[in-house]
């Protein structure tokens, strides 16, 4: 049950009104890939991107009745990047979130208002650039994936299950090709170790940690995990965009733990693809569709234990203020001689932005719905959620 709640409680999205390439991205490695021009552009010593939320949220209908509550929460992110120079930067990202797994373990009643909030790093690195080269070290977000992006939803998807989170150590991306003749060709590669002791502690509040005699999988200390990627994107016109995800992670485990046999360890890889086609069918209508499959084999470092995902969204931008997203997506998990599980979801959700203003470069109303199916030969659920998001942002 920690992963439903982690799924519809751990984040909160949004749809985007405006363009990708102009948006704040989730980490550093989707900002050099997707608006890195528009990063240099500031020419400031210091620039920032403050993303805000506040979220409301009703599981009106669970067979479950541990699922059936009320809840309401902050979300906040803020990117930051300090030139140094040139070619240096130092970058951060500070993000504001409710702790899922406790409020999956909070018996004290319905009502889940603004509880078990916490700030934690999740991303502090110095970065190098230089023409169409990156090379970053520190704690980041490794390139694997690209549904469980904040802008693609109200809620978040199964997709987010994959999200490669607090790594610690170097990532490189380079840049060939060009956008509306050949596309622009990013291929990227990353090496790294699970932050869990250097910057994992939350500034604010608490934060759920796994104990080491867990391994999970890139807990090893020396950077023996590592995810290769190519990201390819196209500029066909101002509002026609096509983008391709491909990226493979190899995760190592930590052969000294505990609590797994030996003769079950293995190193999680995984693959994904995905695509991300913008077009406009009318001057007031874009529909931008993404489609992305993820394999994970060995989840957790256990042989025989895989998942497989599919996300499928579409968003709809109407006439620049108004629009309609719809989410499908599925996950399957597998374990060698037990039962497997399978998890649906879907979304539909209305939203309206507002003009921008000095005071804000966005200010998001959107409202939804969703349903979320869990179901295995032993065990069924379903939640039924609605939900309502105001979401600010401010450029400075």
């Not at 802008?151 to 060939?176: C, E, H, M, V």
């Amino acid at each position: 049950m920690k992963k439903i709640a982690a799924i519809f409680s751990a984040t909160i999205l949004n749809l985007i009104a405006f363009d990708l390439y102009a948006m704040p991205q989730e980490g550093v490695n989707k900002a050099v890939i997707y608006n890195d021009d528009l990063q240099n552009s500031y020419n400031k010593y210091l620039t920032n991107d403050f993303v805000s939320y506040i979220i409301l949220e009703d599981n009106y209908s669970a067979r479950q009745n541990k699922n059936k509550y009320s809840n309401a929460y902050a979300l906040g992110r803020l990117y930051s990047n300090l030139n140094l120079g040139k070619n240096f930067s130092v970058n951060s990202y500070l993000l504001l979130e409710q702790n899922a797994s406790a409020i999956d373990e909070d018996t004290t009643g319905n009502n889940k208002l603004l509880k078990h909030q916490n700030v934690n790093i999740s991303e502090l690195l110095l970065k190098y650039q230089n023409d169409n080269f990156s090379l970053m070290a520190g704690k980041f977000i490794a390139n694997f994936g690209t549904a469980w992006q904040w802008n693609r939803a109200l809620w978040a998807s199964p997709a987010s299950n994959y999200k490669q989170t607090d790594k610690l150590g170097f990532n490189a991306i380079f840049k060939a090709g060009d956008l509306k003749k050949t596309g622009k060709y990013n291929f990227g590669f990353a090496v790294f170790t699970n932050d869990r002791k250097n910057l994992d502690n939350p500034l604010i509040g608490n934060k759920s940690s796994d104990n080491k005699s867990d391994a999970k999988p890139g807990d090893t200390r020396s950077l023996n995990s590592y995810v290769a990627s190519l990201d390819i994107l196209f500029d066909f016109a101002k509002r026609e965009k096509l983008s391709y995800h491909l990226a493979y992670m190899s995760l190592d485990v930590n052969s000294n733990a505990k609590t797994i046999d030996a003769n079950q360890n293995a190193r999680q890889v995984g693959y994904v693809f995905g695509g991300n086609y913008r077009y406009p069918i009318s001057d007031n209508i874009d529909f931008d569709q993404l489609l992305e499959y993820s394999l994970i084999k060995n989840y957790n470092g256990t042989a025989g234990n895989d998942q497989k995902y599919l996300t499928a969204s579409l968003n709809t931008n109407l006439y620049q203020n108004w629009n309609i997203t719809f989410l499908a997506a599925n996950f399957k998990n597998i374990v060698a001689n037990f039962d497997a599980s399978n998890q649906t979801q879907y979304e539909l959700s209305f939203g309206y932005q507002f003009d921008k203003t000095r005071f804000f470069d966005s200010l998001l109303l959107q409202v939804g719905n969703k349903t979320l199916k869990t179901s295995s030969k032993s065990f069924s659920d379903k939640t039924d959620s609605v939900g309502v998001m105001i979401r600010y942002i401010k450029r400075f």
